[in-house]
Structure formats: structure tokens, C-alpha cells
């Protein structure tokens, strides 16, 4: 077996969220992840540091792309313009991963604690990047927190409403739709 | 010393909080809390389970008071203002509570992993108790969850505007301008 295998990060993800899902995440060891990729433990250590890891690999670039474009908004977009821009970008990111396998990794988090508190630390920190990135545009921090937390609202709803879905619409017009609703709702009070 | 020691709850709950922050939370043990407090560690566990409840002791009743509010609001209310209903009903749990109370277990809670996960977990069953009382009033589950969401983003933003503030304004002025905020923010995109 040589020692860099082609698609190993790819091979050892689609097994392990495969054991997950099957075994439960607690009862999944390192070694039974590696045996069904048909890889070695060492190659696993080589691209993952540990067994969450591998649930929420990928995420730092969501983040990136995120609020890169949250900070890159024309001067005179409003901050949910702004918001609704970091929201279009992220879409890219979401371009290769199929509807099941986002239901399969969704499920896996939902069954256990540890890595619900992980994800919802994910989300906290995502507010938080989106928040500094609307301060640096000069937007006051009451404005950037609020909106930020709303950004990161629309988006897990968008996510859960595109995993749930039977109608076949794309994770795009979920974001479209609940952006428009975030709009309704604060205008309807 | 007597069996039930008057206010023996409030008692170990600031001496808890004065040792988190003086010492840390992973340094402070139960025996430290209960002589702080002039108490008896049997004592300790007859009112809180464990040293991390301490810091969170009150949040059920703080969940029951928005969802309840949320839950009985008029029907014509919309959705948005049901959850400001919420947020009016909370304000009676704070009442008590003293700013720099609150400010001392916000840095307890800042200064250690575990305790931030558990409040974000809070947070998080707080907006799903919320979107479930939407939901039971008849609203539709996207709009329930983003409403929900938004409605707790609001109470994070007002309660840290309060903690951080220096202008004496108080809880019900800020949860009052971030609900503002929110409304703003979304007719402004």
C-alpha cells in the first residue's frame, strides 16, 4: 500500500460517517474507520486529528468563505446585505456534498451530545467571525452581534430545510426563502 | 449547625461564584464552596447536584418564563411579538439579580470551556422551546425557528449590553433597543 493514497481524506471520511451512522460515534474506534477505507491508521492520524475531527472537517473553510464575504460587501451594502453576501458564498462550499451525505453527517451529530455542543460552538464562533467582520465595516457592535446571529439563524435553517426537503429545491433558494422570511418576520411585529 | 440553614442556597451560590472567579472553576472543589459559605458539603449536594449546576441554577425557571409567555400570548399576536412577549416576561427573573452579580458569572462562564458549551446548549433548548410554542400557536416551522432564534439572539445581545454597560440603563432599555435592532436591521437589506 503506498503511502499516499489517492482520495484517502475522502475514502476515510465516507467510512467513518458510514460507521457513525451504523454503530453510533462512541462505539466507532480509529481502526475500524481505517478497515473499511481500506487504509492504515497512520494514514487516518495523517489527515485528521482525531474522531470528531472528521465530522467537521471542512468547516474552517465554510467560515472563511463566509465572512471573507461578509467583509468584502461593497461599502454601501447594509449589514444584512452584507450577510446575505457571505450566505451567497458559501454556497461553494456546499457544491459537492449530496443531499444524503449532509442528512447521514446530520443525524450522526443529532445521536450524540458531544458533538452537538461541538457544532453548536461552531455556529457561536461563526457569529462571531460574521460580527468582527461587520465591526470592521464600521458597523456598531449591537448591529453586528444581533445581525450576525441572525445570519447564522437563516443559515442552519436554510441547511435543515434543504436535509429535510422533498421537493427537491437547492440549498440556495432555502437560503433565498428564509432569508426573505427573516425580512418578513422582523417587519411584521 | 442546623439541618436547613437559612438561605443556605443563596449562600453557597455566591461563594461558589466568588470562588470560580477568584480561583477558577476547575480549581475550586465542593469542600472549598461549602466552607466559604460556612456550610457543609451534605448541604451542598441537598441544593445542587454539582459544581456546574451552581452556575446555571435558575435557567429552568428563566426557560419556563419565556416559553409560558410565548405560549400565552393573544392570539392576534404575530410571531415576532409573541416572542417579545417573552422577552417582557424574563425581565421578572432578573429582577433580583444585581449587574455585577451577573457580570461575575458571565467572566466565570467565558473562562472555561465546558461552561460556555453548557450555555450555549442552553441557549440553544431555549429557541427550540420557543420555536415549539410557535409552533403550537399555529406559526410554520421555518418561520417558528428563525423567529425563535432571532428572539434568543435578541435576549444575548440585551443581557451582555446590560452586563458591559456603563450608562445604568436598565435590561428592559436594552432588550427594548435590540428588539428595536432586529426589526431595523431587517427592513434595512
Redesign the interface.
Same mark, same amino acid.
Given at each position: 500500500m503506498g503511502r499516499w493514497e489517492p482520495n484517502a481524506r475522502d475514502r476515510l471520511q465516507r467510512a467513518a460517517l458510514e460507521l457513525y451512522s451504523e454503530n453510533g460515534f462512541d462505539q466507532t474506534t480509529v481502526a475500524d474507520i481505517a478497515q473499511r477505507a481500506g487504509l492504515t491508521e497512520r494514514t487516518f492520524f495523517r489527515h485528521f486529528a482525531d474522531k470528531r475531527e472528521v465530522v467537521f472537517w471542512g468547516e474552517d473553510a465554510l467560515h472563511e468563505l463566509f465572512v471573507s464575504a461578509v467583509a468584502d460587501a461593497p461599502d454601501s451594502a447594509?449589514?444584512?446585505?452584507a450577510v446575505?453576501a457571505g450566505l451567497e458564498a458559501i454556497l461553494s462550499y456546499f457544491e459537492p456534498i449530496t443531499r444524503a451525505a449532509a442528512r447521514q453527517r446530520q443525524a450522526v451529530i443529532a445521536a450524540n451530545t458531544g458533538l452537538?455542543?461541538r457544532e453548536?460552538?461552531k455556529y457561536?464562533s461563526l457569529a462571531e467571525g460574521i460580527a468582527d467582520a461587520l465591526c470592521n465595516r464600521g458597523v456598531g457592535a @449591537?448591529?453586528a452581534? #444581533?445581525?450576525a446571529?441572525?445570519g447564522?439563524?437563516?443559515f =442552519?435553517?436554510a441547511v &435543515? +430545510?434543504w436535509i429535510d426537503g422533498t421537493d427537491g429545491r437547492d440549498l440556495s433558494q432555502h437560503i433565498r426563502?428564509? @432569508?426573505g &422570511?427573516? =425580512?418578513? #418576520?422582523?417587519? +411584521? +411585529?
Open positions: 447594509s449589514p444584512i446585505d446575505a452537538q455542543e453548536l460552538s457561536s @449591537l448591529t452581534n #444581533l445581525t446571529m441572525a447564522v439563524a437563516v =442552519k435553517v &435543515e +430545510g426563502e428564509s @432569508l &422570511e427573516l =425580512k418578513a #418576520l422582523a417587519s +411584521g +411585529g
